[in-house]
């Protein structure tokens, strides 16, 4: 019956990662959207996703195991990594954004933030699979305040940018 209303395992999978992306999204956007500031977006974004995990942690540990492992016929990954492309884009997005209303701070490029975020949310699906006691809430409090830290307003970034610039003595 599953076969016949699919097409096969691989659409099946295919179905199944779309349907918890669609879910994962519909639970998060009102919870971005309700935030009137660019800092309380971020926050919201960050902790909506591991909200989102925490209430569907055994979804997300299957979806860890079916992206990483289910494969075509012909040895491809069945799993489209667009979906990610797509909302490090959008992520990126309201990152440029919110440093063209001087809410966040200029020196910092809005796609290498987006992914970081993405990289550090990605990650938690599979601390999930190897720790069934991982305090979710904790690591998305963490990540809320390191991103707010790394994106707001302030002194600018210190690093070989920094140091390359000459320096006026006192």
Do not use: C, W
């Not at 990126?92 to 910092?108: D, I, K, P, V, W």
């Amino acid at each position: 019956m599953i076969v016949y209303h699919f097409g096969g395992k691989d659409e099946l999978i295919r179905e199944l990662v779309a349907e918890v992306v669609a879910r994962g999204v519909a639970y998060m956007e009102p919870r971005i959207e309700a935030e009137p500031t660019g800092a309380g977006k971020l926050r919201a974004y960050i902790e909506s996703n591991l909200a989102f995990m925490r209430e569907n942690r055994n979804h997300m540990v299957a979806i860890v195991e079916i992206v990483l492992n289910a494969r075509a016929a012909d040895g491809s990954r069945l799993y489209d990594f667009a979906v990610q492309d797509e909302g490090v884009a959008a992520l990126q997005g309201l990152l440029a954004h919110f440093q063209g209303t001087g809410e966040f701070r200029a020196g910092f490029d809005p796609h290498v933030m987006a992914m970081a975020i993405r990289a550090a949310i990605n990650a938690v699906p599979a601390q999930l699979a190897r720790d069934p006691a991982l305090d979710v809430g904790h690591h998305a409090r963490e990540l809320a305040d390191l991103f707010h830290l790394a994106t707001r307003p302030g002194e600018p970034r210190r690093g070989p940018a920094a140091s390359q610039q000459p320096r006026r003595s006192e």
